[in-house]
């Protein structure tokens, strides 16, 4: 059977690390963490079987370029799960503020049988609409329920073979893909939900806890609880209410890799670079 590996990175999940680790142990019985939370989110996290490692910020901090946590510090994961797994099958990136719309071992599966070694992901990043001020969200307990507007389009590579010689350099930033990866990319982009803006509640408590600890990047022109709400997100160019489909970036509905691009390029700036290969 072919082993699927998660790797967990988060900071501060706290309010809806517990409905993402559902998600997460669905497809993965193995699951690494890097974590750099001091606000419940660890408690949560360890409380699950299918975590296999777990690593705090604080136990690498001293082997980082500047001290200063950026995307190759999953080099500490990776290296765990090949010591500890070997060789083979895919590995995923995950994180404490995101669900896959489509399963990731399928996925893999079917990336496997077209001998490709990465896959890319469309990411729909859901946040708190001007139409949601006056509902009353801290109410609603699922985050998949509560933030229903989102912008589409971004790609972002988040699974790969587990091969040697894959690895990331650790000071590598903005860059979610480790070295020594092969070429050939899986045809079809499936989906998954990035939940960074839940509620004003945490909006402004993450913003203050991230300007402290520097672990990750939050929207930094949130000021007040008016901020946080917005008819679009910064740097892209459409919003839509969820409706349970994400229709024509739906695996069925994508065609051609000519007319995805075009697409892509409808919804996000080029500046930002839609496609990661």
């Known amino acids: 059977m072919t082993q699927h590996i998660g790797l967990l990175m988060t900071s501060n999940e706290v309010d809806c690390i517990k409905e993402v680790m559902d998600e997460h142990i669905k497809y993965f019985d193995k699951i690494l963490v890097l974590d750099g939370s001091s606000d419940g989110t660890e408690k949560i996290i360890r409380s699950y079987p299918q975590v296999k490692y777990f690593l705090k ?24 799960a090949q010591e500890m ?29 077209q001998g490709a070694d990465k896959i890319n992901w469309y990411a729909m990043n859901f946040f ?7 509902r009353n969200l801290e109410a609603i307990k699922s985050v998949q329920e509560r933030v229903t507007w989102y912008c589409p389009g971004f790609l972002e590579i988040r699974s790969f073979r587990n091969k040697k010689g894959v690895h990331y350099d650790i000071g590598q930033f903005h860059r979610v893909l480790p070295e020594g990866l092969g070429w050939k990319i899986y045809k079809q ?37 008016d901020h946080c709400f917005v008819d679009i997100l910064p ?21 051609s890799l000519l007319r995805r691009w075009l697409r892509a390029h409808h919804y996000v700036p080029c500046k930002i670079g839609p496609f990661s290969i």
């Open 57 to 80: 910020d604080r136990d690498i901090i001293d082997k980082l370029p500047n001290r200063k946590f950026e995307d190759g510090a999953r080099h500490f994961l990776l290296s765990k």
């Open 85 to 113: 797994y070997g060789y083979g099958g895919w590995i995923t990136l995950l994180h404490g503020d995101e669900i896959f719309h489509n399963n990731p071992v399928e996925m893999a599966e079917r990336a496997d049988k």
């Open 128 to 134: 708190l609409h001007s139409s949601d001020k006056e």
């Open 189 to 225: 982009f499936p989906i998954y939900k990035h939940y960074p803006y839940r509620s004003v509640k945490q909006m402004l408590a993450k913003k203050r806890l991230n300007e402290r600890s520097g672990f990750s990047i939050t929207w930094r022109n949130v000021a007040d609880g």
């Open 235 to 255: 740097n892209y160019k459409v919003a839509r209410k969820f409706d349970g489909s994400f229709h024509e970036f739906e695996l069925e509905e994508q065609g």
